[in-house]
């Protein structure tokens, strides 16, 4: 938006209408283009203050802070959807032991409520973690087994695929023809973005 005043300011400078007179039109051309500016400095600053607000909270650099940071929560309210990375992230910390708690489910089953992110995409976000913790450390545990087979019935596999996922499951290792298994169902999970 800043810049197409910008551009349209401009042009009004250089080849200013009939409208007016000539002076008053670069005046008005002029006026154009400073609020082009600073609407484009505004733009600028509020993307850099939630990717600096974004990089805080990733670190956690502040472990001890005693105080809200509110800016944060209206940034999240307000965008939710660019702050959803940060629930994939916390599921993939969830799995990386192969064990996902109850405390572990109800801190990202709260994440996902205060980011307000669809109860499927969440399942999606869940599936790809288990998946591709299992893949990473070439065993499943329980909770990446029922997440898994879960993962299974909405993608459209016959019930002799999903028996023979779970038949592959059943012994928590992966053989290669498993990993391949697995790796193919991830790839038929659609990403946030390809909805």
């Not at 008053?24 to 990717?51: N, R, T």
């Amino acid at each position: 938006m800043g810049a197409a005043m910008i551009t349209m300011g401009l042009h009004q400078l250089f080849n200013p209408g009939g409208l007016f007179e000539v002076g008053v039109m670069q005046w008005l051309g002029a006026a154009v283009v400073a609020s082009g500016f600073i609407l484009l400095g505004h733009g600028i600053k509020d993307m850099l203050l939630k990717e600096v607000r974004s990089s805080i909270i990733r670190l956690d650099m502040d472990d001890d802070a005693s105080s809200i940071d509110y800016g944060l929560i209206r940034d999240v309210l307000l965008h939710p959807d660019k702050y959803q990375q940060l629930l994939y992230d916390a599921y993939e910390m969830a799995y990386a032991d192969g064990i996902l708690t109850e405390a572990e489910r109800n801190e990202l089953s709260a994440l996902a409520r205060v980011l307000q992110v669809p109860e499927r995409s969440a399942a999606r976000m869940a599936t790809r973690a288990a998946i591709e913790s299992a893949l990473e450390d070439n065993h499943v545990s329980e909770a990446e087994m029922d997440l898994i087979v879960g993962a299974a019935r909405p993608l459209g596999l016959s019930d002799a695929q999903l028996a023979r996922i779970v038949e592959a499951l059943q012994d928590h290792d992966l053989d290669p023809e498993e990993r391949a298994m697995l790796d193919e169902m991830l790839a038929t999970i659609p990403d946030e973005e390809e909805e």
